[in-house]
């Protein structure tokens, strides 16, 4: 190497050092190398070649290498490569027209090559790949005294390679874990089959964001747990989360639930009330059944989407407010856009992004596991945590078609943990307020069955509690634990 190539060197090392703290992408690395010895050594041509993950030696950075020799590597480079990194020593030819080794090559007398030098890039004991140069200008372009030069880029390309490595493999890990922290946030969700992993996918995608999401699914599906893991998922998870069912609000109480309200506004508004939009300020609000809210009432609310800014009810002073909107429905929104009862510029603020939760006969699969959750909670509860389903039961629920969801299968399972006197939860025990095929069957019109829909109905809102529901009932608790009984000698589903 010329001396007054020294400065070149120093000035090249220092530039690369810098790249190597401040990049992080191996190919602004490399290319940097790569010219810096370009430069250092007088060298017309080059390349870097590094191994991939199946063992083939790919081109990472070139300069004025042929588009073809790129891809297919020349008869020239093929053999140096070879040579280089089979031997883990630098290949040099002052005058690669008179080497031995390179007798008979087309390329050397096609492109007028005088000089080549190959250095292995090494990390450790292992070799992969390799430094390419040659010149077509002069003779001993690369010499021994080259070597060191060339030893070093080397030596820095390997470590850029290697550092770059690294870091995908942080990246990966680092992806891996957002994900398993995403899921962890997702585990009251339960579900293993295709369409829940499609809703897990979507919920990851969007619970970074603020983009307002748009719930889709029947009564029972679980909409409210679906909005609340993707607000805790969220970077809105320090703020308050709030749901309002619109579905069965009068006009004037939705908006005072909604936007609030000051003193002496209407009739019975003896003081100011904060509404939910100011409430989940800097959090998450949920609208579940936003399709039955009156259109006067989703004007206010397209304005508060549009620029956050709201009155209250009697107000004369507007309000701000910075939520994050989850609205959920089971009606079909579009339809109702096209006939006029939904606002078509609020249905597209409300869809950033549309999210279908499947009904439970969509997914069996998932049926064991939802019970088995149930199951667990109210035999904690209960203080029974030996009972179990047995395995046809498990089938038996299964096979149901639950027309409430998983609201419905929740009831079954404590009703079976009230109903069962033993550990095994047998199918006699399972009682369904409606039939398998989610109608109801003759014997479900008897007085009878009339009978045990309103006593289960009173143990459902006592939460299996057999002495309020007996008190509730105007029956002693014995009397109650008689039919019970009965019912379940009887196996009657209703």
Known sequence: MKSSNNEYLLS?????????SANRDPEVILDNILDGVL???????????????????????????????????????????????????AVLAEDARQDPRFAGSSSIIMHDIRSIAVVPLKLGDETIGALYLDSRLDESTFTE?????????????????????AFAALEDENTRLRRQAGRFAFEEIIGQSR??????????????????????????????????????????????????FAGNLSDELLESELFGHVKGSFTGAYRDKQGLLELANDGTLMLDEV??????????LLRVLQDGNFKPVGAMQE??????????????????????EFREDLYYRINGIEIEIPPLRERRDDIPLIAEKFLRRYCEQTGRPNTRFSKQALNTLTRSKWPGNVRELERTVQRAVVLCPG????????????????????????????EKRHILRILDETDGNRSEAARILGISRRYLQNLIKEWRDEGLEV
Do not use: C, W, Y
Request: aromatic share 4%; net charge negative; glycine share 8%.
């Open 195 to 244: 369409k829940m992993e499609q809703v897990f996918a979507l919920m990851e995608r969007v619970a970074p964001t603020d983009l307002p999401v748009l719930i889709q699914g029947e009564s029972g599906t679980g909409k409210e747990l679906v909005a609340r893991a993707i607000h805790n998922a969220g970077p809105r998870k320090e703020g308050a989360f709030f749901a309002l």
């Open 145 to 165: 005294q080259s070597l060191d030069a060339l030893s070093l880029f080397s030596s820095l390309a390997a470590q850029a390679f290697d550092r770059a490595r």
């Open 12 to 20: 090249a090392l220092m530039g690369i050092g810098r790249e190597l």
């Open 291 to 300: 399709a039955d809210i009156p259109t006067r009432i989703q004007a206010k």
């Open 39 to 89: 430069k250092v050594l007088g060298a017309e041509r080059g390349f870097l070649v590094i191994r991939d993950d199946a063992g083939e030696l790919k081109v990472r950075a070139s300069r004025q290498l042929d588009p073809n020799e790129e891809t297919s590597l020349t008869d020239i480079s093929r053999g140096a490569l070879k040579e280089a990194i089979e031997s883990g020593e």
């Open 319 to 340: 309000k701000h407010s910075n939520v994050r909107l989850i609205s959920a429905t089971h009606h079909d929104l579009p339809k109702r856009v096209k006939s006029g």
């Open 423 to 450: 550990e095994i939860i047998e199918s006699d025990h399972l009682v369904f307020t409606r039939s398998a095929e989610g109608d109801e069957g003759p014997e479900n019109r008897s007085l009878k069955a009339a």
